[in-house]
């Protein structure tokens, strides 16, 4: 309780003009901008997406019907099990990050009642590999789970359509999408933007902390090809678990 940190911002330095302001921010890359201008914390190597998180927010408007929709977890219990929903916007080929759930050490009911609330029931989820696994208690697996609570996980684990799904390969793709403006957050989703801005390399390596919604929407991203509109009947069938 002895320390504390405070941020100065350029609007903090009198000396500094408008201009001498724009001359600055124009020779610094741009995951350098808010650290440099603002005083946020840059980590690690840098930011894993070095852009500034305004250019993806948007507001929050009324998901056209005919728009096709998907969603993704990442499964966890010490660290958080996250979940996030996408809409796409395939006239564009445009994704926008519309809900988002991150809790830890609740149970696969209570996760599968608190994301089933969005209300779209049927809409195919991606999963990662690890939803293989067999739980201890029972020995399902833990994918099956939570297929057994009403939620439409695809058949297989997140891959691009070559079968590939390496971690590299699902970043540079949501980067690709976030640097060319089809790729859009919610501006409300706070836990997102949280992620968003700690989300960082070390020396190089990505590390692996507080990303669980950066995650999810990683394994929806790459599985957009099963997205489908609420409405449509070519939706996979739920597999049901009977007890």
């Known amino acids: 309780m002895s320390k504390y940190v405070v941020m100065a911002t350029w609007d903090d330095a009198p000396h500094l003009s408008d201009e001498d ?32 998180e305004e250019d993806i927010k948007c507001a929050p408007f009324a998901i056209p019907s005919y728009w096709a929709l998907i969603g993704g977890m990442d499964f966890g219990w010490d660290h958080p099990f996250a979940a996030a929903m996408l809409a796409h916007d395939r006239d564009t080929d445009t994704l926008y990050v519309t809900h988002t759930y991150r809790k830890s050490q609740a149970t696969p009911l209570i996760h599968a009642e608190s994301i089933r609330q969005w209300g779209f029931e049927g809409m195919p989820w991606a999963w990662p590999h690890d939803g293989q696994q067999h739980s201890k208690n029972d020995g399902m697996q833990l994918a099956q789970i939570y297929r057994g609570h009403r939620l439409n996980l695809l058949l297989d684990f997140a891959r691009f359509e070559d079968g590939s799904y390496g971690l590299e390969a699902g970043i540079m793709l949501m980067l690709e999408y976030m640097l060319s403006g089809r790729f859009k957050v919610f501006s409300h989703l706070s836990e997102f933007f949280e992620e968003f801005r700690m989300y960082h390399r070390d020396e190089g390596v990505i590390v692996k902390e507080r990303e669980d919604l950066i ?29």
């Open 215 to 243: 995650s999810a929407v990683r394994y929806a991203v790459m599985c957009r090809r099963y997205a489908e509109p609420p409405q449509s009947r070519n939706l996979p069938k739920m597999a049901v678990m009977r007890y």
């Open 21 to 52: 302001k724009a001359d600055l921010l124009a020779g610094i890359p741009e995951y350098q901008r808010d650290a440099r201008s603002k005083g946020v914390p840059q980590l690690g190597s840098g930011a894993i997406f070095p852009i500034p």
